[in-house]
Each structure stands twice: as structure tokens, then as C-alpha cells.
């Protein structure tokens, strides 16, 4: 099982809802990533987890707030998210350690901000 | 910033060879060459990666300079489906969770 699964596929949320976005892996990777991917552009790293721990953070706002409940699932949890935060996320997960350290991405969850 | 330096856009007629360049000519010794695409919707697809060696498997051939300051990833047989934003990073391979940081990419595009 190489996949990497995220839901939900799409997402409407208004500027004062919460929401979460999940994703999971069964290939026993120990690094899960969070990206965020606007229209045209290249993803861009949000968050690291390495070993259930959050490890990097490139100063992403507080209002988008990351969890690694186990070694198979990663959180993203939305509160008061603005327009502009529109955009594909992207989960990917790896082996934080070894030569083979390549990175397998979900196929994302379109984020609508309204 | 990205530290690797792609054409824009390339087109490749389908079943011919496609030849992807990427320019990186401030690789340090312990980092490698790894190549990804995006089909279009999608989330980003490994590719291939390597040192010095040329790399082949069952996607495509990693073609690296001997000096490392450049290579050169191709698509044997290329086919609509090929169609995508290819993405060509450095990074030191087994460097602990240290994600990626994607530069803007080839976009190719296989004419029929």
C-alpha cells in the first residue's frame, strides 16, 4: 500500500467556521507533511512531523493548527481562515531517515474559503 | 529559495524521447538530484532521484554532469499522459523530515 489518503476531496468553509482536514498512511512512515498549493504555483511546506513530533513550522498562522495523533494520521485543523487561504492542501508522508527518503503526496483537499 | 533552475515549458511529440534540463550549480557533495511531476489536480508523483550515477527505473533515466552542476531527466517514450509540471529539487537524502522546497517547474506537455 503506497497511498496516501486525504479527505475530505473538497471543502466550502465559511471565514468563521472550524474545520479539519485527515490524512493517513499505512506504509509506516515516520515524517508527514502538510503543503498548501495556490492556483498556478508550486506547493509550499507548511508543517513537518517527524516521529509524532512537530519539527518544523515555517510560520505558518496560528489559525491553521497541525496534529499527529498516531504514526498513521495527520490533522489540519481550520479556524477563522480567510479568503486568501483558498488553495489545494497537500498531505505527504515519508521516511524521515535513509537513502530513501522520497516523498508519496495525497491527491490533496480543495479548501474554499467563502 | 529554490536552488535549481528549470525551462518554463517544453513540448514533446508523443512516443518521442523527452529531455527535461535542470540547472543546479550550487549542489553541495551530500545532496542529491530528485525529480517529481504533477499531473494536473493532482498531488505530486516521485520520480526518480540521484548522487553522481546515472539512475534508471521504470518511469525514466537521471542523466547527471560529472561535474553535478546539471542534469538531464528523460522520459523514454513519452505519452499524453506525461503531460505535467515536472520538478527537479536537491536535497540531502536521509537529512532527517526536512520536506521539500519546490521551484516552479517544467511544464510539459505532449502533443498528440
Known amino acids: 500500500d503506497t497511498e496516501v489518503t486525504q479527505t475530505p476531496k473538497h471543502l466550502v468553509m465559511g471565514m468563521t467556521n472550524k474545520k479539519s482536514l485527515k490524512c493517513e498512511q499505512h506504509?509506516?512512515?515516520?515524517?508527514m507533511y502538510w503543503y498548501k498549493q495556490k492556483a498556478k504555483k508550486p506547493p509550499e511546506l507548511m508543517f513537518v512531523?517527524?516521529?509524532?513530533?512537530?519539527?518544523i513550522n515555517e510560520s505558518v498562522p496560528s489559525r491553521f493548527s497541525p496534529e499527529c495523533p498516531n504514526s498513521s494520521l495527520l490533522n489540519l485543523h481550520l479556524h477563522a481562515l480567510q479568503p486568501e487561504d483558498s488553495a489545494l492542501y497537500l498531505c505527504?508522508?515519508?521516511?524521515?531517515?535513509?537513502?530513501?527518503?522520497?516523498?508519496?503526496f495525497g491527491q490533496g483537499t480543495r479548501l474554499t474559503v467563502v | 529559495d529554490a536552488k535549481t533552475t528549470q525551462p518554463p515549458s517544453m513540448d514533446c511529440a508523443e512516443g518521442r524521447a523527452a529531455n527535461l534540463p535542470c540547472n543546479h550549480s550550487?549542489?553541495?557533495?551530500?545532496?542529491?538530484v530528485y525529480w517529481y511531476r504533477q499531473i494536473h489536480s493532482q498531488g505530486p508523483q516521485y520520480i526518480i532521484h540521484?548522487?553522481?550515477n546515472n539512475e534508471t527505473n521504470e518511469m525514466a533515466s537521471l542523466i547527471i554532469t560529472e561535474d553535478r552542476k546539471s542534469s538531464t531527466l528523460i522520459l523514454p517514450h513519452a505519452t499524453l499522459r506525461d503531460t505535467a509540471v515536472y520538478y527537479c529539487?536537491?536535497?540531502?537524502?536521509?537529512?532527517?523530515?526536512?520536506?521539500?522546497?519546490f521551484g516552479k517547474g517544467t511544464h510539459l506537455i505532449i502533443q498528440p
Open positions: 512531523y517527524s516521529y509524532e513530533k512537530l519539527s
Open positions: 540521484g548522487l553522481k
Open positions: 529539487i536537491v536535497r540531502v537524502a536521509g537529512g532527517g523530515a526536512d520536506g521539500l522546497t
Open positions: 506504509m509506516g512512515h515516520r515524517a
Open positions: 505527504a508522508s515519508s521516511r524521515p531517515t535513509g537513502r530513501n527518503t522520497e516523498a508519496f
Open positions: 550550487t549542489i553541495s557533495g551530500n545532496e542529491y
